[in-house]
């Protein structure tokens, strides 16, 4: 895959458990940040964003926690299933006003069954 | 609505050549991102394009260059390509000026022998 030689941290998890994937971002600055998903031979998949005014949101079987003191990003998964099994990045947006990411080195998700 | 398509979806090309990649954005987008996403160096932000100006430009050398039509759809070229420019080449669309989120296309995978 795409991610082969990264050397990425991986979480491996029981199908069922939660699963907790942390992300530390670069700059103060930045107001948006985003959480995808990527698959092996695809394109990074839109989880959950969260802007700067706000330490927590949650979608489905998702959560997403900031703490903007120590710059670091959560993404809670509940329920993990085989199908989330993934590279997971975290991305963070500064207010250039231009759609531009900085993206983490990523995440491996390893859920069996 | 159809996502973002990019292609060549694979391609080969020897030292010294060119590549063109194409992308479609999903129909009324009108920023178009590209991002180079490599085992080392993970995804790296190349440039932005919006109503067919370049608003903003990644850390990459000359050789690699895009541009965007009036209908939105953009190209990004790479010349006198290196073995290390071996990649995936993702575009990414935007329906907003400004920070938003990015939806991907599955990429191009550019193989340099």
């Known amino acids: 895959g795409e991610n082969v030689g990264l050397h990425l941290p991986t979480l491996s998890v029981q199908e069922g458990d939660n699963s907790i994937i942390n992300c530390a971002y670069s700059?103060?600055?930045?107001?948006?940040f985003i959480w995808y998903k990527q698959e092996s031979g695809k394109g990074p998949q839109f989880i959950i964003d969260?802007?700067?005014?706000?330490d927590k949101r949650q979608g489905q079987r998702v959560t997403v926690l900031l703490n903007k003191t120590v710059k670091h990003l959560s993404l809670q998964i509940a329920a993990t299933q085989p199908g989330d099994s993934a590279v997971y990045f975290c991305?963070?947006?500064?207010?250039?006003?231009?759609?531009?990411?900085?993206f983490g080195k990523g995440t491996m998700l390893l859920v069996s069954p | 609505k159809a996502g973002v398509t990019q292609t060549p979806r694979y391609l080969i090309k020897t030292r010294g050549q060119q590549v063109t990649l194409s992308c479609s954005p999903i129909?009324?987008?009108?920023?178009v991102s590209w991002y180079q996403q490599t085992p080392g160096q993970g995804l790296q932000f190349l440039f932005e394009?919006?109503?067919?100006?370049?608003?903003n430009k990644g850390n990459f050398p000359g050789r690699f260059s895009g541009r965007q039509f009036s209908n939105s759809r953009s190209e990004m070229n790479v010349s006198t390509l290196e073995l290390g420019d071996s990649a995936l080449y993702l575009c990414?669309?935007?329906?907003?000026?400004?920070?938003?989120?990015?939806?991907f296309g599955e990429g191009s995978r550019l193989t340099v022998l």
């Open positions: 990414a669309s935007s329906s907003r000026g400004g920070t938003g989120e990015l939806f």
């Open positions: 700059n103060s600055a930045s107001d948006y």
């Open positions: 969260i802007r700067s005014n706000m």
């Open positions: 991305a963070e947006n500064t207010p250039s006003g231009y759609s531009t990411l900085t």
């Open positions: 129909s009324g987008h009108r920023s």
């Open positions: 394009y919006f109503s067919e100006t370049q608003r």
